[in-house]
């Protein structure tokens, strides 16, 4: 790369000391790029953790992870700090297809924007005027090959470390604090600069004035594609792959200019990754443990050193090495004992899938994709309001373990930081507790399931069907039938689909109770219908004993949400009508279950004052039920009539309904009319 020179040595030793440019090695820098961005706290399955700002950002950005994001994150602060952490490499290991790689991916994308801010950008030096020297043939531009700051050349000026901090602290002014700090992160010159500035040494007899007219600064190539800052190797087959991708080989090009035999720049270490990321860099290793065995020998000093070595030749090298592996390769590399060496230098980092349905629908979104999607015909593709909801709960079920604490549903709720009946967030973090006590990491919480590539395929499926074709949209109640394809298909353990077709039909389900509230909404031709029946059970409930309640029934108060002073009659035949669909039947168990509601309401309203109670799916159940068997039941059964529309009042609600849905809820019609077909029918019913 023979980019402009900017600036002597001197001027950028002057920048450091005045902090327009700094000096901090890559796990400082990938440190302070996640802190300055900032720290939220969480909750995740019932334990407070930290929230990184940096990994929430952008289009397209990693959904949960918190656990391994906290993981990274202490490791890369330990290793900053000088913790034991320097010496090893972060592994993540988990099933395919829960985010290791995009994570790592992410990971470096942020650096590089960080490092093109003008305050972070990474500088190196090169030689130049080489060919005065003699021994170089026409070799007259020398770059530092693995991309040292200026200041580990400042650190090494001259022979001795007295010398040259003396020398620093004449020329430049740098106090002993400030040199203590520098050389904190002392490592010295690697071989070939080395040997290079020996030989302008001895040219010019040790003249540094002359020494340093052969120095020019210049920055360090920010490019994606050339693999300088951040770079991945990913692992290659037993005979293509040589540990020449990792180091460098020797040229058969500089040979030709080299005369000296013994002079280290005539092996070309930019031919390896690790040179390319060795100067503040992050060096992603995908797939580490598919590698053959001596290129993980090789990994093993690289990690352990920090040093790439050949032929007894040394350039220290200053980088984070991350790298990935998934279950059964990481299993087969522990099963070979000779091995335990390279382990100890890894910290591990376990992956679960995603299990917070909520935040699927994130990741949902992303493997539906984000264009307008055409049929083979070149139509548009309609959406089915409801298909991320049916995606997202299909996958998430998968991957939740079966427990005797928790029900399959309750255990989906908690992780997503909802209302469970009875049940608290501290039984699913005791179920998580236990089973993360599991020898067998696939056993854990969140280890197994379908990834993120089977619900890609599954998508895949569903937008070549015929049936999505010929009606121009995704219909969500479809997607089931492509999930259990997948799973047919992909999931090889009898036992894990066994367990996968189940929690497919609970899915459906959950499916089945969003159609019911979707067509009450429907039915009263308002979005948020059931929303505003929920809301009127629970304030009811709440002024049922107030005392200012007449003998009109009407109760006045004040809204959370809007601050407005709202007034409600309070109907008790329809408070009762719910509470028995709950199944409440005595005054006691009226009473405990609206005291639940009521509790639940004061916790929720002081930190979230829009909360609705539409996660309680029960209650929503309950109203969804009064309002549409009771009350709609007086006109003849929604469901008949929908079912029916031999006569004229039928048809025109059916067409009423469908108009709704169109023009308030988001629907096309063939996903409307497939919608009131599947709720007309009675399959899939809890």
């Not at 020019?216 to 540990?243: F, M, N, R, W």
């Not at 939740?400 to 973090?429: D, F, V, Y």
């Not at 909360?611 to 799916?617: C, E, H, P």
């Amino acid at each position: 790369m023979n980019g402009i020179g900017i600036g002597t040595l001197g001027q950028h030793v002057a920048a450091v000391k005045g902090g327009e440019r700094r000096f901090e090695n890559a796990f400082q820098g990938v440190s302070r790029m996640i802190l300055e961005a900032g720290i939220d706290k969480v909750v995740v399955n019932g334990r407070m953790t930290y929230d990184f700002r940096i990994f929430r950002g952008g289009r397209k950005h990693p959904v949960g992870m918190y656990d391994e994001i906290n993981s990274f994150v202490s490791f890369v602060k330990d290793a900053a700090q000088g913790g034991s952490s320097k010496e090893m490499a972060f592994v993540l290991v988990g099933e395919p297809g829960n985010g290791k790689t995009f994570a790592v991916e992410y990971i470096c994308a942020r650096y590089r924007e960080f490092l093109s801010r003008p305050e972070n950008r990474k500088y190196t030096f090169r030689f130049v005027g080489m060919e005065r020297l003699g021994s170089y043939g026409k070799i007259g531009v020398i770059e530092s090959q693995t991309y040292e700051d200026p200041m580990i050349l400042a650190m090494n000026l001259l022979e001795s470390r007295a010398e040259t901090e003396a020398y620093l602290a004449r020329e430049f002014g740098l106090s002993d604090r400030e040199l203590e700090r520098l050389y904190a992160n002392y490592r010295p010159l690697g071989a070939c600069s080395g040997y290079i500035w020996n030989d302008i040494r001895t040219f010019t007899g040790g003249d540094v004035a002359e020494m340093l007219k052969f120095i020019e600064i210049i920055p360090v190539p920010l490019t994606e594609t050339l693999g300088t800052v951040t770079g991945k190797y990913a692992a290659k087959d037993k005979i293509t792959s040589s540990a020449v991708d990792l180091l460098g080989e020797e040229s058969i090009q500089r040979l030709l200019h080299i005369t000296d035999i013994n002079n280290p720049y005539r092996f070309d270490l930019r031919r390896g990754a690790l040179a390319r990321v060795a100067g503040g860099g992050i060096h992603f290793s995908d797939e580490i443990y598919k590698n053959k065995k001596d290129l993980v020998q090789v990994y093993l000093g690289v990690i352990q050193n920090r040093v790439i070595e050949i032929d007894g030749y040394r350039w220290p090298i200053d980088t984070l090495i991350i790298a990935t592996s998934n279950n059964a390769e990481f299993n087969r590399f522990l099963a070979e004992k000779e091995e335990a060496p390279i382990i100890d230098r890894c910290r591990i980092c376990y992956v679960s899938h995603n299990t917070n349905y909520k935040m699927q629908e994130s990741l949902t979104d992303y493997a539906i994709g984000g264009e307008t999607k055409t049929t083979l015909n070149r139509e548009e593709l309609h959406e089915d309001p409801n298909l991320n909801y049916a995606a997202s709960v299909s996958v998430v079920l998968t991957r939740l373990p079966r427990s005797e604490k928790l029900t399959p549903i309750e255990t989906m709720k908690l992780a997503a930081g909802e209302i469970a009946g009875e049940k608290s967030l501290k039984t699913l973090a005791e179920v998580v507790d236990i089973l993360n006590q599991e020898q067998d990491i696939t056993k854990r919480f969140g280890q197994k399931g379908l990834g993120q590539r089977n619900l890609g395929r599954g998508i895949q499926l569903l937008v070549e069907s015929s049936e999505t074709n010929e009606g121009r949209c995704m219909v969500a109640h479809d997607v089931f039938r492509a999930m259990e394809r997948i799973v047919l298909d992909y999931v090889s353990d009898q036992n894990d689909r066994a367990k996968y077709l189940e929690d497919l039909k609970i899915a459906k389900s959950l499916y089945r109770e969003r159609i019911m509230t979707e067509m009450f909404n429907a039915y009263m031709d308002e979005p948020y219908a059931i929303r505003k029946d929920v809301m009127n059970y629970v304030n009811m409930i709440i002024g049922i004993d107030a005392e200012n309640l007449g003998p009109d029934r009407m109760w006045k108060y004040k809204d959370p949400q809007t601050g407005e002073l709202k007034a409600l009659k309070i109907d008790e035949r329809y408070v009762r009508n719910v509470e028995d669909r709950l199944g409440l039947k005595t005054d006691e168990q009226r009473e405990s279950f609206r005291t639940s509601i009521r509790k639940i309401y004061g916790q929720k309203i002081s930190v979230t004052p829009n909360y609705d109670f539409m996660d309680n799916l029960e209650l929503v159940k309950a109203v969804t039920d009064v309002r549409l068997k009771s009350d709609i039941a007086g006109a003849g059964s929604l469901i008949g009539a929908l079912a029916n529309r031999t006569n004229e009042e039928n048809q025109k609600l059916y067409d009423r309904m469908v108009d709704t849905m169109l023009k308030k809820l988001g629907y096309c019609r063939t996903c409307a009319q497939k919608t009131i077909e599947y709720f007309c029918t009675q399959e899939d019913e809890i």
